[in-house]
């Protein structure tokens, strides 16, 4: 029986390698893609927008400039699909709300830009929740997006969309962002890549609403933010990485990124740090079971790994991380939200301190001398994790504490989600980890590893150091033969 998946399964790699030898064309790949969408879409919700006449315009242009010997770039043909909150030219961003339900980008962002550039075709835009900010993808435009492995749960957000799709094989590879593991949850929910680079090196100039301060050039950077690839394998992250990391544009007269190489060559020479037990954060019995398979069997291929973790304080950085993610976006919330807000934050009473956006009313209030102190707590948080991979070279943690959850409309501050037999907070479930690493501006690469007994995909989360974006792509994609690569969700033939 062969082992080469079936094209819309296959890798961008893959696919790419048979546009190149010419036992594909790119209208021929596009069309397959085209008729998935109309045949299977509608099961899990994961595109909402498309462009299709436009993409077999694009498509045969590829086609003949290939037939020509021309070669666009290393993405020459592939069909791809981007998060409905990163904007493409003339095609809808809605960012999950009615306000902006007729609203089309007049410009693309840098990502899709370079993507462009660097030969891909644009074929579609995938769901968010709404303003891109919930752990679920569901809202008043698109509705729900179901995970295609259990259409009774989330595929994560807020590019839960973007995984979807490239798990039930509707696009060659995807563009999300991460700022609350909007790219790492959603990627381990549904059994498949994604990379969260570290933070700056990818410009998110164009993932902003329609505002004169988050649209031109020298638009307000948000702290925290990235934007990243979705694949089917790690190697596909490499590929887009390579194309997608540059300075932001008023940058690029004077600064080059040129990322340093893996740090190893194979897997038997990574030091491989492992942090997934935790008294406060551990992962449910099920995650926890799946993970440490995976370690043990990286361990019996030789790897060499170490029961170390930095020396930081859990819950510390769980709360510098809440408060910074609070802060990082206060500045886009309209002023009649602010004014209730503040008005929560300086109430006394008993009655008050117990409404559920009593701590987040105090976050968004805020000081800049606070904040201060914050960024430098961070900042000896950034310091202790250098020291931690001057010894090890990765390290291995969960990526949420549960595999995919049912879907759960609640209002997320009075959100609850099972853990084993308990029902805790949801954000105490769903983000500390992610939090962990994206405060401290790390790079994390999230690779399936199987499934739970009830048939549930798990990721691990593969953090490298800062800059070092590389490495950990490289360790995903060496770990593949031992704990397992991306699998099709049963039924999406």
């Not at 082992?3 to 064309?25: H, K, N």
């Not at 007049?106 to 030969?119: F, I, K, P, Q, T």
């Not at 190697?235 to 997608?244: I, Q, R, S, T, Y």
Request: proline share 7%; net charge negative.
């Amino acid at each position: 029986m062969s082992t080469v998946p079936a094209v819309p399964f296959q890798s961008a790699a893959e696919l790419l390698a048979s546009l190149d030898r010419g036992e594909l064309s790119s209208r021929e790949l596009l069309e397959l893609f085209i008729e998935r969408h109309g045949r299977l879409n509608a099961r899990i919700n994961a595109i909402v927008d498309t462009d299709f006449d436009g993409a077999r315009t694009r498509a045969a242009q590829a086609d003949e400039a290939r037939s020509r010997g021309e070669s666009w770039g290393p993405m020459h043909g592939l069909p791809v699909t981007i998060k409905d909150s990163i904007e493409v030219l003339g095609m809808r961003s809605t960012f999950g709300c009615k306000d902006f339900a007729g609203y089309r980008s007049v410009r693309n962002a840098d990502v899709v830009e370079s993507l462009l550039a660097a030969g891909a075709i644009v074929f579609g835009k995938t769901n968010v929740p709404l303003w891109a900010d919930d752990t679920q993808t569901f809202n008043d435009v698109h509705g729900q997006t179901d995970n295609p492995w259990d259409t009774s749960r989330t595929p994560g957000g807020s590019s839960g969309g973007a995984a979807a799709a490239i798990a039930a094989g509707l696009s060659g590879l995807e563009m999300g962002s991460d700022i609350g593991s909007s790219i790492r949850s959603p990627a381990a929910f549904c059994g498949v890549y994604g990379h969260k680079p570290t933070y700056g090196i990818v410009p998110v100039l164009g993932m902003g609403l329609p505002d004169e301060h988050l649209t031109h050039d020298y638009a307000i950077k948000t702290d925290l933010l990235v934007t990243g690839p979705l694949a089917r394998s790690a190697e596909d992250l490499a590929l887009a990485m390579e194309v997608v990391v540059q300075p932001g544009r008023p940058q690029r007269k004077a600064v080059k990124i040129e990322l340093p190489p893996p740090r190893r060559q194979s897997l038997k020479d990574y030091r491989i740090g492992v942090w997934i037990d935790d008294p406060l954060f551990g992962p449910d019995r099920d995650v926890g079971d799946r993970l440490q398979h995976a370690v043990d069997a990286l361990a019996k291929a030789g790897a060499q790994v170490v029961d170390r973790r930095p020396d930081l304080d859990f819950a510390g950085c769980f709360r510098v991380y809440t408060e910074l993610l609070t802060l990082a976006s206060v500045h886009m919330k309209p002023q009649g939200d602010i004014d209730q807000l503040l008005a929560l934050s300086r109430a006394t009473t008993d009655e008050a301190r117990k409404h559920p956006l009593y701590d987040y009313a105090r976050s968004t209030a805020r000081t800049h001398r606070e904040w201060k102190f914050l960024h430098g707590a961070r900042a000896m948080m950034r310091k202790k994790w250098d020291d931690y991979f001057g010894d090890v070279d990765v390290m291995l943690c969960p990526v949420a504490r549960v595999a995919a959850f049912p879907h759960d409309h609640t209002t997320f501050s009075e959100r609850t989600t099972r853990l084993d037999d308990r029902d805790l907070s949801h954000a105490e479930v769903v983000m500390p980890w992610a939090g962990l690493i994206t405060m401290a501006y790390l790079p994390s690469t999230v690779a399936p590893v199987g499934l739970t007994p009830g048939g549930l995909p798990v990721g691990v989360q593969i953090v490298g150091p800062y800059l070092e974006d590389r490495t950990p792509i490289h360790v995903a994609q060496l770990m593949k033969d031992v704990t397992g690569g991306f699998t099709p969700p049963p039924g999406f033939d």
